[in-house]
């Protein structure tokens, strides 16, 4: 089968079509992808911001139709339709039983340590424990989330990953108060999602900032009420909390100054999110002083803080009253040849979402 393969860090995606994806074991399940969004973490891949071993297919984000189930399966069956998900829960772990179910090592250990596809007699990773850059995947069956058949596979992919971090982001990490100001820092698909959790949560103000005017622009569609460049903000800031902050600021870009920002935009006794995904070695600098004295809370988020096995469901019923944008979020439709081109738009802020479809 055909997939897209990191032979090394740094280097381009070589297409091959000699791929096989190995299983399915007990407890595993086949998927044939049919849509797989290309969120900023498969270039963190890429570029070594985020430690996973290669060479690997990446993707992470994706939906597809389940082709076989391993033995002892019994949640979904052939011919299900599943978003796929890179932090399934155990239901058996601490975290999975202490209501923070987004913790849940058991998948993660294991799939940094197990190749998941075969290519040319050699062993691939898939990235996360998911690799959806190919025709077909094989996960553990806790990673395969059934939705209805009537969801467009596009839709559904978003939800793997961008989606599921930022609306999770907003109503489950943070739990925006209705009435709230908030900032978002960040404006792809993991941030618009922020922005479109803030709205459901009832968040008065929403100022979408980004580096790029046009994404600002764009982030209006998604329910930002302001919008900033990183230059305009303190004025915007200005105007509406009379300089004292926001009650929530989010940080969507993974940088050691964005976060330092988002503190800073931070009223006192506000929150702090970290959504972005930064380097191991990158430092941020604040004051033994002003983390008491602010009583800032800054929150770290995992995966929107997700319970896959309910919050799927939950946003696909915003998405079908409306009140979750999915379509709008999709600026490109590629097919899995032009992934590189792919990376390179995100990289120059090009897109909300590029979603590879699997024909
Ligand atoms: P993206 O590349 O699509 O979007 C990033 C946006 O930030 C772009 O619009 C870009 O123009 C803007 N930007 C870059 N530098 C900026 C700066 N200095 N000031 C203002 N704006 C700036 O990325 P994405 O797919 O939306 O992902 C966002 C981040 O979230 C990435 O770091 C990704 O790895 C991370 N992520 C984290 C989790 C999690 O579990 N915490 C899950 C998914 C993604
Ligand atoms: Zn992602
Ligand atoms: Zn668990």
Known sequence: ?????????????????????????????????????????????????????????????????????????????????????????????RFCLGGQPNLCNAFLERNMSKPMFTSGGGPLFGYAGTGTFAEETVVASEAAIRIDPDVPYDVASLIGCGVMTGVGAALNTARVRPGSSVVVFGCGGVGVSVIQGARIAGAAEIVAVDLLPEKVELAQRFGSTHGATPQQLAAVQQEITGGAGFDYAFEVIGRP????????ATRRG??????????????????????????????????????VRTDFGRLLRFWRHGKLDLEGMITRRIDLSEVNEAFEACKKGEVIRSVIEFK
């Open 1 to 93: 089968m055909r997939a897209a393969v990191l032979p090394a860090l740094n280097q381009e995606m070589e297409l091959r079509d000699d791929v096989e994806a190995i299983g399915p074991g007990p407890g595993e399940v086949r998927i044939r992808i049919a849509a797989s969004g290309v969120c900023h973490s498969d270039i963190s891949l890429q570029d070594g911001t985020l430690p996973h071993p290669v060479p690997a297919v990446p993707g992470h984000e994706g939906a597809g139709e389940v082709i076989a189930v391993g033995e002892g399966v019994n949640t979904v069956a052939p011919g299900d339709h599943v978003i796929i998900s890179w932090v399934p829960a155990c239901g058996r772990c």
């Open 257 to 264: 100054e964005t976060i330092r920002s988002a503190y800073d």
């Open 270 to 307: 506000g929150t702090t999110v970290v959504v972005g995904a930064g380097r191991m070695d990158a430092m941020v600098a604040f004051s033994a002083f002003e983390l008491f004295y602010m009583e800032k809370k800054l929150l770290g988020c995992w995966y929107g803080s997700a319970d």
